[in-house]
């Protein structure tokens, strides 16, 4: 009687298993199915050329240029700079960041390639005074541009001093 038992159990068990792995394979391939059914969005690369062309008193006084490849409908960040103490000799430790922080999304519309970004520039106007002095640019840009042609996006003029910063773009598609 025990071995009859013993049979009958070890027969549900490996119904269950052989149930169970069956169960798993169809889900596995109904998986597939569902993902090779749903259209692939095809990878399309641009290389973006921007240029932050810097004049004082109408004379050049600086340029930056940055480059960078990239996806359709991605962001990109790019962090470049240093943390420079600003505190006095007599007080508590402080830092602040210098040099370039730019967040960039790009999508195609209608002809045009939208371009959402944040640029950030802090650099040191005096770097002998204690504290610091630190020029600060920020710009917010939310603007369409065609492709393969150099497009003015912003002049930017500073209230405080004589310089004029004017930001430049590129958009091509990559090869």
Same mark, same amino acid.
């Given at each position: 009687?025990?071995? +009859? ?22 889900? *596995? ?55 420079? &103490? $600003? *505190? ?30 944040? &640029? ?12 610091? +002095? ?18 003015? $996006? ?6 405080? *001093? ?7 773009? +590129? ?5």
């Amino acid at each position: 009687m025990r071995r +009859t038992a013993l049979r009958g159990s070890m027969s549900i068990t490996l119904i269950v298993y052989l149930l169970v792995l069956t169960v798993r394979a169809q889900a *596995s391939d109904d998986r597939q199915k569902k993902s090779e059914d749903r259209p692939r969005r095809q990878v399309v690369l641009y290389h973006l050329d921007f240029s932050l062309d810097e004049t004082l008193d109408g004379k050049p006084s600086g340029a930056r240029n940055f480059k960078m490849l990239m996806q359709e409908g991605e962001t990109n960040r790019v962090r470049i700079g240093s943390k420079i &103490l $600003i *505190s006095t000799a007599d007080s508590e430790p402080k830092f602040t960041d210098v040099g370039l922080k730019f967040d960039c999304r790009l999508n195609e519309r209608d002809g045009y390639i939208s371009l959402d970004g944040k &640029l950030e520039l802090n650099d040191l106007v005096s770097p002998i005074t204690t504290p610091p +002095t630190i020029r600060n640019f920020q710009a917010e840009i939310e603007t369409a541009v065609l492709l393969d042609k150099a497009t003015t $996006i912003g002049v930017y003029d500073d209230a405080v *001093s004589k310089r004029r910063y004017e930001l430049r773009v +590129t958009v091509a598609r990559a090869k």
